[in-house]
């Protein structure tokens, strides 16, 4: 596949249109909202516009209205809290890796608030932002691991593999002559530890935009939080290389502009000297 298809629909009650972005998109776009309102990610503003209304095609979302009704936080552990930390890599330096670690979990641990899937999203979450400021892609993963390790204390321990392990093993064995492939170790995995790794595996990979997205895609498992992550991370650092045509079809199937939301977030970044300390 290279190109938009008319979709298939999955066995479920959710019916999707052409071109139709799916919950990590809505998950993306609710997090950024919410930070140019705040001008800084705020848990409670988050939590808030999630119970406004059901996200079309996210499964965790009964479980998480029952959860913020009494007070509580969700324990998932899939990809949906990678998929949405874009906008909070926009926001931090990797000088303030900190800040970032602690933006992630009041982003995410309301919905996600368990080992795998917040050490995940660390890891993600750092790797915009060092994209962002142009380092190598052995370096962006570099900074990943560490986000990943800061990020690892955070949540419950849900017993899912190491998030910083499994991307010291994308950086021993990917990019060397080894395919990163299932076989070799990998699956585009609903879980994030699977999911994420998948995802920073294909940023060693490819230098396209366009190349990461549809290896992703055609990789099948979670194609589309995968893809959004792999795609993000490498359009962030070779923008030029995310094909005009794909973004002008969402924007215009969807009815998204996200130009101005991007300018906003870029407005609000924290910039600092770059370096990929934990200072």
């Not at 215009?252 to 101005?260: A, G, I, S, V, Y």
Request: hydrophobic share 40%.
């Amino acid at each position: 596949m290279e190109t938009f298809l008319s979709p298939q629909q999955p066995h479920s009650s959710t019916v999707w249109a052409y071109a139709e972005v799916t919950d990590d998109t809505r998950f993306t776009l609710l997090i950024a909202e919410s930070i140019i309102s705040c001008g800084k990610v705020d848990a409670g503003d988050i939590i808030r516009r999630i119970l406004e209304q059901p996200i079309k095609g996210w499964p965790g979302w009964d479980e998480f209205r029952t959860k913020a009704e009494s007070g509580e936080r969700a324990t998932q552990s899939g990809n949906g809290a990678p998929i949405r930390v874009a906008p909070i890599g926009m926001l931090h330096s990797t000088a303030h890796m900190k800040h970032i670690i602690s933006d992630v979990e009041q982003a995410c641990s309301c919905t996600h608030n368990t080992r795998s899937a917040l050490s995940a999203a660390c890891a993600v979450a750092v790797a915009y932002s060092a994209a962002l400021e142009g380092y190598d892609k052995r370096i962006i993963l570099e900074a990943a691991i560490e986000g990943a390790t800061l990020g690892n204390h955070l949540g419950e321990d849900d017993l899912c593999p190491d998030v910083a392990r499994r991307l010291q093993w994308v950086r021993k064995n990917v990019g060397k002559g080894k395919s990163g492939s299932r076989r070799n170790g990998l699956n585009p995995g609903f879980p994030a530890w699977e999911g994420a790794t998948f995802a920073l595996a294909l940023v060693m990979l490819y230098d396209s935009a366009k190349d990461a997205i549809l290896a992703a895609v055609n990789a099948g498992g979670d194609a589309d939080s995968i893809a959004s992550m792999a795609g993000g991370i490498v359009a962030a650092r070779n923008p030029d290389t995310l094909p005009q045509e794909w973004v002008e079809i969402v924007k215009r199937e969807n009815d998204l502009d996200f130009t101005p939301l991007a300018e906003q977030l870029v407005a609000l970044r924290r910039y600092s000297a770059p370096n990929t300390g934990s200072t």
